[in-house]
């Protein structure tokens, strides 16, 4: 039994791989579920019965990879922003090209929609816990400015403008980013403004 099951375990891992590139090389209406099953050497009817559909195999997919990127991703220690920024560009460096891709999509594709949502989310959390050196001494309106600050930051939208829009090499584009957290450190809310509404 413990055979048959490490064979099991072994072709799950296999088709979740061999689905994860070709959702991350082709746009999502391309990828065909029979040439997932002949790469991944299974019949369709094996992929079938452990994934009744298409998106049921693409959340799969995904959330498999993500374990791998999230785990890298929680390796950059908290309060060090220039490892924590080079770990990051590390994963966009190796992935970026195919969550841009996903997010070309996500307006027409519920599935897709719903997994870069779940990496919106986490991409928040993990900034939240890295950079908390920078959220101390906030709270209330100021300190969910500060926090969406980072996250926009260090999103992935902005190692696209800087690494292909703007063609920095990579070690200016990660110094752009750290430059844009440092000045964080001395904003303070401007007198005479007032309280706006928190962001959300």
């Known amino acids: 039994m413990s055979a048959r099951a490490a064979a099991a375990a072994a072709t799950g891992e296999r088709l979740l791989a061999t689905a994860?590139?070709?959702?991350?090389?082709?746009?999502?209406?391309?990828?065909?579920?029979r040439e997932i099953a002949g790469d991944a050497g299974v019949s369709a009817q094996t992929l079938h019965n452990r994934f009744s559909s298409k998106e049921a195999l693409f959340t799969s997919a995904f959330l498999w990879w993500g374990s791998s990127e999230i785990a890298q991703r929680n390796a950059a220690p908290v309060g060090d922003t220039t490892t924590a920024i080079r770990v990051l560009f590390d994963r966009y460096e190796a992935h970026g090209e195919a969550i841009l891709r996903l997010l070309a999509q996500e307006e027409r594709i519920p599935a897709v929609r719903q997994m870069t949502d779940a990496g919106r989310a986490y991409h928040r959390q993990w900034v939240q816990r890295t950079f908390s050196q920078l959220l101390h001494g906030t709270r209330g309106a100021a300190r969910q400015r500060r926090l969406a600050a980072i996250v926009a930051a260090t999103d992935l939208l902005v190692w696209k403008l800087l690494r292909h829009d703007m063609q920095l090499d990579r070690a200016n584009a990660e110094a752009v980013v750290a430059e844009m957290i440092s000045c964080l450190r001395d904003l303070s809310p401007a007198p005479g403004r007032g309280t706006p509404h928190p962001v959300t």
Do not use: M, S
């Open 20 to 33: 994860w590139q070709h959702f991350a090389t082709r746009p999502y209406d391309d990828v065909r579920l």
